[in-house]
């Protein structure tokens, strides 16, 4: 049998036995001044999507051995993923102070960043690279963290993501880097039935923080090869413009910065009366049109330009949504 269709049946039936599990068990997210939902819902559904991540690991560690540093570097990288979604589960739980969540995610986001740049000459240039890289996958951690308010928009994030990449990275030879991100891809897909349109479970910061370490570290793959160096961030323009765009925002108001709020584009949307699902559906439509700017060979000013004029349109027309709405910006 294809390796591939049993990471599907493997992640598919692992998912959906710990998603209903968790739902039974009914850790529940109550409702407060910044939640969309209006009653309590279970809340922890990426613990599902994680062991689904884990079978499909220990699948392909045991059946289908991959050379020996490529499946230490992902290996480790899957550790770190793991050990952020352990340390985000508890802080569900526990609500640890934000400077705590900041350092483990700091802890992953080296390690992960080190592995995906391993090999480079030591160079003042990899130096940089290895800043920059690290800084990179930190905010997608935090975007996708950030994003994760509606049902279906981060989860489908990731679903739409992790199957995008897996054909592309299997061609560019990094095949077990391609069977992870089919193994992520598979599992948020699946749990993806349980949260849109209608939510019987949040997936919660142990999915969505993880999630968003491996879609970080899938950036670097692509930008460290050289080929559709900017697919993953142009994938993701929607997070990352969205989070960008209310942090600067904020900062212009002399706002704290750390302090949460609901004012992403994508609440104010939301709030201004747009519908839930359409907003979720709208950002898988930026995912597929970043995917499809970012195969194309035009230049990188180009592509940043194609993928930057919807985010804009998107922001004006929730502002003057709002404004008609008299809501507060």
């Known amino acids: 049998m294809h390796p591939f269709l049993i990471l599907t049946l493997l992640g598919v039936t692992v998912c959906t036995v710990v998603t209903q599990y968790m739902i039974r068990v009914g850790i529940m997210d109550v409702p407060g001044d910044?939640?969309?939902?209006?009653?309590?819902v279970p809340k922890g559904g990426g613990v599902a999507m994680m062991m689904s991540l884990l079978?499909?690991?220990?699948?392909?560690?045991?059946?289908?051995?991959?050379?020996?540093?490529?499946?230490?570097?992902?290996?480790?990288?899957?550790?770190?993923?793991?050990?952020?979604?352990w340390f985000s589960w508890r802080d569900d739980v526990h609500q640890y102070p934000a400077r705590t969540k900041l350092h483990a995610q700091l802890i992953a986001t080296i390690i992960v960043t080190i592995c995906a740049l391993w090999g480079l000459p030591l160079t003042?240039?990899?130096g940089l690279k290895i800043i920059c890289?690290?800084?990179?996958?930190?905010?997608?951690?935090?975007?996708?963290?950030?994003?994760?308010?509606?049902?279906?928009?981060?989860?489908?994030?990731?679903?739409?993501?992790?199957?995008?990449?897996?054909?592309?990275?299997l061609v560019s030879a990094q095949n077990a880097e391609?069977?992870?991100?089919?193994?992520?891809?598979?599992?948020?897909?699946?749990f993806l039935y349980f949260n849109y349109p209608k939510a019987r479970i949040f997936m919660s910061d142990v999915g969505s923080q993880p999630c968003g370490l491996l879609l970080g570290w899938g950036a670097?793959?692509?930008?460290?090869?050289?080929?559709?160096?900017?697919?993953?961030?142009?994938?993701?323009?929607?997070?990352?413009?969205?989070?960008?765009?209310?942090?600067?925002r904020r900062a212009l108001r002399g706002e704290n910065l750390m302090q949460a709020h609901c004012g992403h584009l994508y609440q104010i949307a939301s709030r201004a009366g747009m519908s839930k699902p359409l907003i979720t559906l709208l950002h898988w439509a930026f995912i597929f049109w970043g995917g499809f700017v970012g195969l194309t060979f035009i230049g990188f000013k180009a592509q940043l330009i194609?993928?930057?004029i919807p985010q804009f349109i998107w922001a004006g027309y929730v502002i003057r949504k709002a404004r008609e709405q008299h809501l507060a910006l």
């Open 34 to 40: 910044r939640s969309a939902h209006i009653r309590p």
């Open 133 to 169: 890289g690290a800084g990179f996958v930190i905010y997608v951690t935090n975007a996708l963290n950030f994003m994760d308010g509606i049902n279906g928009l981060a989860v489908g994030t990731i679903a739409c993501c992790g199957l995008i990449l897996t054909p592309l990275l």
């Open 55 to 85: 079978a499909g690991a220990v699948y392909l560690l045991v059946f289908h051995p991959f050379p020996a540093m490529d499946f230490l570097k992902t290996g480790i990288v899957l550790l770190a993923a793991f050990g952020l979604a």
């Open 306 to 308: 194609l993928t930057l």
């Open 220 to 248: 670097l793959l692509f930008m460290r090869n050289g080929t559709w160096s900017l697919l993953v961030p142009l994938m993701l323009m929607g997070i990352l413009f969205d989070v960008a765009f209310t942090l600067i």
């Open 124 to 126: 003042l240039l990899t």
């Open 178 to 190: 391609s069977a992870l991100f089919f193994s992520l891809g598979i599992a948020a897909l699946t």
